[in-house]
């Protein structure tokens, strides 16, 4: 007997074989009906061109808006503290800090304790752009909850949060056998 076909991530999808001529192309169909990671994936690309598209001609991306905005909320964070928050590797962390520390809106500086530690700490210039993002963010983020509903955002952000914690993550891998 043959297997299931996987989505990549592990999930089996049904086996419909469907006749080449009778392909709808309905964006319904797909791997995201049967895989939560392609799906909250699929959806979190549409999302994030939406929000970039709502950040305009500021030369910040949504992702980049979102990290300014947790420095600016975490004060100063250490580079691990923040990739924590953020649920980024360092490297990931890195790469995504590159352009924010050249156009001058981020900055690494010295834990005052640890050394070895980099906290990382907007500008002046960098606090400014994240003060005047903050109302295209807004409207986005009315745009989403008139869409989607006021409620049910906030119970997608809950649940989201909840997805995202060390607790689901532990309990995922297997990690909470209590």
């Known amino acids: 007997m043959e297997a299931a076909p996987e989505c990549g991530h592990g999930c089996a999808i049904p086996d419909k074989r469907i006749e080449e001529d009778s392909m709808?192309?309905?964006?319904?169909?797909?791997?995201?009906?049967?895989?939560?990671?392609?799906?909250?994936?699929?959806?979190?690309?549409?999302?994030?061109?939406?929000?970039?598209?709502?950040?305009g001609d500021s030369g910040l991306r949504g992702t980049q808006f979102s990290l300014l905005s947790q420095i600016a909320q975490s004060?100063?964070?250490?580079?691990?503290?923040?990739?924590?928050?953020?649920?980024?590797?360092?490297?990931?962390?890195?790469?995504?800090?590159?352009?924010?520390?050249?156009?001058?809106?981020?900055?690494?500086?010295?834990?005052?304790?640890?050394?070895?530690?980099?906290?990382?700490?907007?500008?002046?210039a960098g606090l400014a752009r994240q003060r005047e993002m903050v109302v295209r963010w807004q409207d986005a983020q009315a745009r989403f909850d008139k869409t989607f509903g006021k409620e049910r955002s906030e119970e997608l952000r809950r649940t989201l949060a909840f997805i995202a914690s060390k607790g689901f993550a532990k309990a995922f891998s297997g990690e909470d056998k209590g």
Do not use: F
């Not at 964006?27 to 950040?55: I, K, P, T």
């Not at 001058?104 to 907007?122: H, I, N």
């Open 24 to 55: 709808s192309g309905s964006e319904d169909e797909g791997v995201w009906q049967y895989c939560s990671n392609s799906a909250v994936r699929r959806a979190a690309r549409q999302l994030g061109q939406l929000y970039d598209d709502a950040m």
């Open 75 to 124: 004060g100063a964070p250490t580079q691990k503290e923040l990739a924590e928050a953020m649920v980024m590797d360092l490297s990931a962390l890195g790469h995504t800090l590159k352009p924010l520390i050249r156009d001058g809106l981020v900055q690494l500086v010295p834990d005052d304790k640890d050394r070895r530690a980099k906290r990382v700490r907007l500008t002046e």
